[in-house]
Antibody, heavy 118, light 110 residues
Framework: EVQLVESGGGLVQPGGSLRLSCAASGFTFSSYEMNWVRQAPGKGLEWVSYISSSGSTIYYADSVKGRFTISRDNAKNSLYLQMNSLRAEDTAVYYC???????????WGQGTLVTVSS | EIVLTQSPATLSLSPGERATLSCRASQSVSSYLAWYQQKPGQAPRLLIYDASNRATGIPARFSGSGSGTDFTLTISSLEPEDFAVYYCQQRSNWPPGMYTFGQGTKLEIK
């Protein structure tokens, strides 16, 4: 069974940093592209970042470019999102999601809530 | 950026009725459109991809249609567990930053 389990969310002050993790199991993690997608409270879905299976190709949404860094450790079956210079508008539930057909999201974690507030 | 507009914003129906949800793209996305279901407190679930293909394990009462700019998700006979928010998503242009979601349609019990 495919499982994605996020962790690392919490309350942080504006300008602060957090590192999110996503532990994957039930599939060959190193074979799949992965993403972070977020959802602000009561709002819709917003793609945040993409990483290829090897980690060699990475993309970011304009809203987080230069502040967030996606990475992965295939030996540990883990995906990460380093978030720096956090803003109030980054407050959201952050999901890790496995790519399907290169560009849809077939499996999602349960999400981890990031709250940026003073 | 391709904008996806979903309608209606809220749809009120009863179990057993047929639901028709719409997603319109600001420019053609060919058949590169997916539908997701999200229940309160849960992650989204992929229902339909490439406009009309059901994802693994999705019941046959869910069907998708359309191409170009106009797409429809149909639920043939609503079950109690189908009341949720539905999002469409397009993948017309690489890279992933160009993929966008609609704003969602809330399907509520009448």
């Amino acid at each position: 069974e495919v499982q994605l389990v996020e962790s690392g969310g919490g309350l942080v002050q504006p300008g602060g940093s957090l590192r999110l993790s996503c532990a994957a199991s039930g599939f060959t993690f190193s074979s799949y592209e992965m993403n972070w997608v977020r959802q602000a409270p009561g709002k819709g879905l917003e793609w945040v970042s993409y990483i290829s299976s090897s980690g060699s190709t990475i993309y970011y949404a304009d809203s987080v470019k230069g502040r967030f860094t996606i990475s992965r450790d295939n030996a540990k079956n883990s995906l990460y999102l380093q978030m720096n210079s956090l803003r109030a508008e980054d407050t959201a539930v952050y999901y890790c999601a496995r790519s399907f057909e290169g560009s849809y999201y077939s499996y999602w974690g349960q999400g981890t809530l990031v709250t940026v507030s003073s | 950026e391709i904008v996806l507009t979903q309608s209606p914003a809220t749809l009120s129906l009863s179990p057993g009725e047929r639901a028709t949800l719409s997603c319109r793209a600001s420019q053609s996305v060919s058949s590169y459109l997916a539908w997701y279901q999200q229940k309160p407190g849960q992650a989204p679930r992929l229902l339909i991809y490439d406009a009309s293909n059901r994802a693994t394990g999705i019941p046959a009462r869910f069907s998708g249609s359309g191409s170009g700019t106009d797409f429809t998700l149909t639920i043939s006979s609503l079950e109690p567990e189908d009341f949720a928010v539905y999002y469409c998503q397009q993948r017309s242009n690489w890279p992933p930053g160009m993929y966008t979601f609609g704003q969602g349609t809330k399907l509520e019990i009448k």
